[in-house]
């Protein structure tokens, strides 16, 4: 199991930056999402994994998981989706200005020194 | 008066000329010279104190752990250079009020003025040092403000940068000296390290603090090789370079060698380092001060050879060295202010500064004459000026200095400096006032009125009276002589006279005024030879260094911040590689401790899907669409395994927030292209490859490690497993813990997706605003539309499952305390009930069935959590103290009323408003896209089919 959960993390994590070192803003998007459930899956794990023991009191009940990766982990899980629409919204603006969506734009100053 | 009203005044004093500006020039220099007036007064209330020999203290404890104090201290010492400080200031205020024109502000000018001075008094009446340093930044940013104050002059600008770059370097090392001598005595204040000179001067780190210590000084009080800042601060305003450089800025240097004299000098290091600086200092300003032709120049550098001379004083360590330095640093704030004011006058009226232009102004302007004329005498070293009496004590403690080994050296050069200083101080009359009044001036001068000539003239009695009569204030010397020496040397017995005798000081006093004539009349010849001399511009020097370093910076920036995120997110993951590396290398791991869980079929099958859909997704991620479904299944297995890995708050959060992301891309894809070219070569696949390779077997072995082992320490959580129903009331100790043991967190959250939700709403709004607009209206869509776009069938669907879901939500948000679930999920549960509304029958539809805004929704979620946490304020307990309590109402079985409840729905409020916001701005982009708008629920309606065409329906309910 917990082979499972680790090669899980590195495989997201992998694809994660590969998608990230794209050079156009939808790629780069999935891989930050990708990214995401990498860390939030990550941190969850900190909290050692236990199968069938929830985080719920119960009379008779001794054995919990811990329940305080999984308090972070959900807040994490919903500003993530915040992060994720303000990048997408920013991409997006960019793509309907400039009509190309890359992320590797030189500055400006650089430019004007090439072309002279 | 309190010391601290002393230092306060200035600064509270500050915001008054600003304010005053419109009600004119005379309120604005009227208010700052109160202010001052008042500080002056304060500080007099002490005088009867200072003379009595005590030392007026005033204590308040501000960051004590840190060692930071407010204490102040007023000795002799801080007394003279405070009353210095407040008494020329207040002439320079007057005569500021004067000398600026209708086009300054003043209220401005007097602003900066204040809180320099606040500053400077800070400075001299600190007895903590890191208060101290406070101060002497401060008097760094103020005096930069000052010196730039005309700020259309590029030469205001490049000389308040110097200066600021120059003494703000300076006081960085300072800081550092500071700290040393803090450490080695155990405490910051200043009478707790002054009392300890042999515990400093034997400690190994005696000689970094006292270079330190003397950077900062050297380079606020101008001394070689930092002199160069100085003249370029002439760019200011005259009241500024008469006030920053003959009373203040430069004397906060010469204060704190002073300052420090008990426990720094005395030492071989200290001796070699601040003579010879000194020494050096002295002859050199003196010679390229007879060369130059600006009169503030010319002002500028004869400052830092009187600086140097001050120096040179301290550092042979004696008392009556001691006594000389304070005795000149009286005359020269006197006759120096009264000089730099003269100038101005001078500027003023004639409008050039320009000594070759000047000359034979006695006659037209007779009062400015007499007044700069006795006081350049005085810095000539004419007897029966105060100027003589210093210079003389001078020169017979540079007779009895031996610097390094040679006993004519300090000597010789102290003769030759004060030949230069006669001779720069002659040309100066001769120059300007004297000779054949010419008719080329480029305006007519005359006498100013009373206002400009008054300052200077009232500076110039003291300069006559302590000239005549020096035993009036050699009490007064000797006073501040002893604060100096803080009883670690014998007081002096020498006394402050005009006539020793025929001295050897007085035969070199003579031949130095000689020497000065001298060379005043070869003056042609030696000007021609000195042009002819090769010598270096300090300014094109510091500016080769600044450029040189800030070409360099840029080089390496631009290298690394080139502008493309590929670049920036490469960087990252290397530097984050290499500290991962680092960590991984130098720390140290245990054995095993966990034994490896058995994994059944289940989870190696969720477990062989996600990572086929993350192969897939990299491999096929040119496909947009296809991607996002790919994406979707890796959301849904880390879900599932979130459920089976005991984590059902997680699993319900993760997978409505996979919903919704997923609306928000497919609404992105609607503008952006459906695929993603071809366009980086193999190699740079192969390479970002290989990184992401490395980063994912650096992910996996550190979870694979940690997960064999168990924590080094107990975990927190068991606090919270312990006291979750017992102190917060609820079972779901997920829930308990986001609502109530780290409720502040949560609150900070929320306010982060609300403001996250805003920012997309104001890009949206501004996309719409701009030239965006007709693009998008104009825009021929990308692929083919569906001919039924709101089909029957979902609208009739989403219409039926609405209720159902806001049920779900409610009771989701209800039995969230106790059993899985809570405001989080409730909220993106109710959005997406809502979102599917807008999807089946478009935004317009929906849009104007909605009545509530959700900028609204997310401040009242905010204000509710808010107001639930500030409802503990009310019983005494501190924010966010939640309570709760059982009710029982007799239908109904027992239940439970928490505060928690209340601040859980705060943030299911702001979720709803934040999620609703982000998707509905996204969709007003698409709804400018598609002009065509149904006010239909769904396009084909059997009910609507019936109707006669003419008959207008608006509203229909689906």
Redesign the interface.
């Known amino acids: 199991m917990e082979f499972l959960v680790a090669s899980a993390i590195g495989v997201m994590t992998a694809g994660g930056i590969y998608l990230v070192l794209r050079l156009r803003t939808f790629p780069v998007i999935l891989g930050v999402s990708l990214l995401t459930y990498a860390v939030n899956v990550f941190l969850f794990a900190s909290g050692r994994l236990t199968v069938g023991a929830p985080p719920i009191l119960r009379d008779g009940v001794e054995t919990y998981t811990d329940p305080l990766p999984q308090a972070l982990v959900l807040t994490a899980i919903v500003i993530s989706f915040g992060m994720t629409a303000v990048v997408v919204m920013v991409g997006l603006g960019a793509y309907l200005h400039s009509d190309d969506d890359h992320v590797d734009d030189v500055p400006e100053g650089e430019t004007a020194e090439e072309q002279p | 008066m309190s010391l601290f009203f002393i230092v306060l005044l200035p600064f509270l004093g500050a915001l008054l000329p600003g304010v005053m500006n419109s009600a004119g020039r005379a309120a604005c220099a009227g208010v700052t010279f109160t202010v001052t007036l008042l500080a002056f007064v304060g500080l007099l209330t002490n005088l009867p104190a200072v003379l009595a020999g005590e030392v007026v203290t005033a204590r308040v404890a501000w960051m004590p752990e840190l060692g930071l104090n407010v204490t102040l201290m007023l000795d002799g010492l801080g007394f003279f250079f405070a009353m210095l400080i407040l008494g020329i200031g207040l002439l320079i205020i007057a005569y500021a009020r004067r000398y600026l024109s209708r086009d300054d502000n003043m209220g401005e000018f007097f602003t900066y003025l204040l809180l320099f001075q606040g500053a400077m008094v800070g400075i001299v009446l600190s007895d903590n040092i890191l208060l101290l340093l406070v101060f002497w930044e401060l008097t760094s940013l103020s005096s930069f403000l000052l010196i730039g104050y005309w700020k259309h002059l590029p030469e205001g600008r490049q000389g308040a940068r110097m200066a600021l770059a120059v003494t703000g370097m300076g006081g960085l090392a300072m800081i550092g000296g500071m700290l040393i001598l803090g450490q080695i005595v155990g405490s910051y204040d200043l009478s707790d390290i002054l009392d300890n000179r042999d515990l400093i001067q034997a400690d190994p780190l005696y000689i970094p603090a006292l270079l330190l210590i003397l950077l900062g000084c050297f380079t606020k009080s101008a001394q070689f090789p930092f002199h160069f800042w100085l003249p370029h601060a002439m760019a200011a305003p005259t009241p500024v370079s008469a006030y920053l450089h003959s009373a203040t800025m430069v004397k906060a240097g010469i204060f704190l060698m002073a300052r420090m004299w008990p426990v720094l000098s005395g030492t071989e290091a200290w001796f070699a380092i601040v003579t010879s600086a000194g020494a050096l200092t002295m002859v050199i300003g003196a010679v390229i001060a007879l060369f130059k032709h600006d009169l503030k120049g010319l002002l500028a550098f004869s400052t830092v050879s009187h600086l140097g001379l001050i120096t040179m004083l301290l550092g042979t360590g004696t008392p009556f060295g001691a006594m000389a330095a304070v005795f000149h640093i009286l005359n020269h704030a006197t006759f120096k202010a009264a000089l730099f004011m003269s100038a101005g006058i001078i500027d003023h009226e004639a409008h050039t500064r320009d000594i070759r232009r000047l000359g034979g102004l006695r006659r037209l302007m007779p009062v400015t004459f007499v007044i700069a004329s006795v006081a350049a005498l005085s810095m000539a070293g004419i007897p029966l000026l105060n100027g003589f009496l210093s210079k003389e004590m001078m020169l017979e403690e540079a007779l009895h200095t031996n610097l390094f080994g040679y006993a004519w050296l300090v000597a010789g050069m102290a003769m030759v400096g004060s030949l230069f200083s006669a001779a720069y101080s002659f040309r100066l009359i001769g120059h300007v006032f004297l000779g054949p009044v010419r008719d080329d001036y480029p305006a007519k001068p005359h006498d100013p009125g009373a206002g400009l000539w008054l300052p200077p003239a009232l500076l110039i009695v003291p300069v006559v009276v302590i000239g005549v009569a020096p035993f009036l204030v050699e009490p007064f010397v000797r006073l501040v002589t002893s604060a100096v020496l803080r009883g670690t040397a014998e007081m002096t017995t020498a006394h402050i006279k005009i006539w020793h005798g025929l001295v050897p000081a007085l035969y070199m006093s003579i031949a130095a005024v000689l020497g000065g004539l001298l060379l005043l009349w070869l003056y042609r010849h030696v000007l021609r030879g000195w042009d002819a001399l090769p010598r270096p511009e300090a300014k094109d020097i510091f500016d080769g260094v600044v450029g040189g370093s800030a070409r360099l910076s840029e080089r390496l920036i631009?290298g690394l911040h080139?502008?493309?995120?590929?670049?920036y997110?490469?960087v990252g993951?290397l530097a984050i590689f290499a500290a991962g590396y680092h960590a991984w290398a130098s720390g140290s791991t245990g054995a095993p401790t966990?034994e490896?869980?058995?994994?059944g079929p289940v989870?190696?099958a969720g477990?062989t899907m996600?990572?086929a859909a993350?192969?897939a997704?990299?491999v096929m991620?040119r496909n947009?669409f296809l991607?996002l479904i790919l994406?979707g299944i890796?959301?849904l297995m880390?879900s599932i395994?979130?459920v089976?890995?005991?984590?059902?708050?997680?699993a319900m959060?993760?997978f409505t927030?996979e919903v919704?992301?997923i609306i928000?891309?497919l609404l992105?894809?609607n503008?952006?292209?459906n695929r993603?070219p071809v366009?980086?070569t193999v190699l740079r696949r192969v390479r970002?490859?290989g990184?992401?390779?490395i980063?994912?077997?650096?992910?996996?072995?550190?979870?694979?490690h940690?997960?064999?082992r168990?924590?080094v320490a107990t975990?927190?959580?068991e606090f919270?497993?312990a006291n979750?129903?017992k102190g917060g009331g609820g079972?779901?100790?997920?829930n308990v813990?986001?609502v109530d043991f780290?409720g502040f967190?949560?609150y900070g959250?929320i306010i982060?997706?609300g403001i996250?939700?805003l920012?997309?709403f104001a890009?949206?709004e501004?996309?719409l605003a701009?030239?965006?607009r007709r693009?998008?209206l104009n825009r021929a869509p990308s692929q083919r539309r569906a001919g039924d776009m709101h089909p029957m069938m979902m609208v009739i669907l989403t219409r039926v499952i609405m209720p159902i879901v806001l049920l779900v939500g409610f009771y989701i948000f209800l039995r969230g305390h106790?059993?899985?679930g809570g405001g989080?999920i409730a909220g993106?549960v109710v959005s997406i009930g809502v979102v599917m509304q807008y999807m089946a029958s478009g935004f317009a539809w929906t849009s104007s069935r909605v009545r509530y805004p959700y900028h609204g929704v997310i401040g009242a979620g905010v204000l509710v959590a808010g107001f639930t946490g500030i409802g503990s304020w009310f019983v005494g307990k501190p924010f966010l103290t939640s309570d709760f309590t059982y009710v029982r109402i007799p239908p109904f079985d027992k239940f439970e009323l928490a505060t928690a409840a209340l601040f859980d729905l705060g943030v299911f409020l702001a979720?709803v408003g934040?999620?609703m916001l982000?998707l509905e701005?996204?969709s007003r982009?698409a709804r400018r896209a598609n002009s065509e708008e149904s006010e239909y629920p769904m396009d084909i309606d059997p009910s609507r089919e019936r109707i006669v065409p003419d008959a207008p329906r608006t509203g229909q309910e689906g």
């Open positions: 631009h080139n502008g493309a995120f590929t670049r997110a490469m993951l966990r490896v869980q058995a994994a989870p190696v477990w996600l990572v993350v192969l997704l990299v991620h947009r991607s994406i890796v959301g880390v395994s979130f089976y890995l005991s984590a059902p708050d997680l959060t993760q927030v919704v992301t928000l891309l992105a894809l503008f952006l292209p993603t366009e980086s970002d490859g990184v992401a390779l980063g994912g077997l650096a992910a996996f072995a550190l979870s694979w940690y997960l064999l168990d924590a975990p927190i959580s919270h497993l979750s129903y079972t779901n100790v997920v813990i986001l780290r967190d949560t959250e982060v997706l996250a939700a920012l997309i890009l949206t501004s996309l701009g030239p965006v693009r998008l106790n059993e899985p989080f993106l979720v934040a999620v982000s701005s996204f982009l």
